[in-house]
């Protein structure tokens, strides 16, 4: 089993269940799927397909759930940056994995682009919240995208993650994570979808991180609804439990 069926068998079996609660934002397995489905073709005409790489930068969002498994859909691997790290760590992560494409926050376009003319293999910029006149605008991607299922050769072994390290006394080193490194955790420690379970998760732990992922992929999996928070902050955590 490759992840992409994570998300596909919770769709099938628990379609009218709540996902994702983010804010104000509330979709159920079956809408969160026709989007990850629209973002696949999306990228997919922007060149995403095996071998090539798609980074993604910004804090928790539901942004960050469907554009794993969007890029997964496509045989793509997927590069959650450290929100964290400073141009010069970002120019380095992005250079060595060959990045095409970002999806990038708000926050962050500005330190993007200022180093932009050092990013030697990006093609394609790609803003969340609102559109800018000389980038791509990621609902623009999704509304102007079919919502075909993608049928794209996956071998297990294949790497979906590219996850770079903190590099605390140098620079980051990027560790190739395959399907199957995650779909034996998960299907060793979550029940299959049901639909008569009602299980929330909080998720707090970034998501460019591998314990944020695993979380991640083991509530989808379970069909469990994945309340997220940005960034960890106390009182906000207290008010959604």
């Given at each position: 089993m490759n992840t992409t069926d994570f998300l596909n068998i919770a769709a099938t079996i628990c379609p009218d269940k709540l996902a994702i609660v983010?804010?104000?934002k509330r979709y159920t397995f079956s809408q969160l799927n026709e989007r990850v489905n629209r973002l696949a073709n999306g990228l997919m005409k922007l060149g995403a397909k095996k071998?090539?790489?798609i980074a993604f930068l910004q804090v928790n969002c539901n942004q960050c759930v469907e554009?794993?498994?969007?890029?997964?859909?496509?045989?793509?691997?997927?590069?959650?940056l450290n929100f964290r790290a400073k141009e010069k760590e970002l120019t380095y992560m992005l250079n060595t994995a060959e990045a095409t494409a970002l999806i990038v926050g708000e926050r962050y376009i500005p330190m993007i682009q200022s180093i932009r003319p050092e990013l030697k293999y990006l093609k394609h910029l790609i803003s969340i919240e609102k559109k800018h006149?000389?980038?791509?605008?990621?609902?623009?991607i999704i509304k102007s995208s079919p919502a075909d299922e993608l049928v794209t050769p996956i071998d297990d072994k294949d790497t979906t993650i590219l996850m770079y390290t903190a590099g605390t006394t140098g620079l980051p080193k990027g560790v190739m994570l395959s399907h199957m490194s995650f779909s034996t955790y998960v299907l060793e420690n979550v029940?299959?979808?049901d639909p008569e379970a009602e299980e929330r998760?909080?998720?707090?732990?970034p998501l460019y991180h591998v314990a944020g992922i695993q979380a991640m992929m083991a509530a989808i999996y379970g069909a469990r609804t994945l309340v997220m928070e940005r960034q960890f902050e106390p009182e906000e955590w207290m008010t959604l439990v």
């Open positions: 983010f804010e104000d071998g090539i790489v554009t794993y498994f969007a890029v997964a859909k496509t045989g793509a691997i997927y590069l959650p006149e000389d980038l791509l605008y990621y609902e623009d029940s299959p979808p998760n909080i998720l707090t732990v």
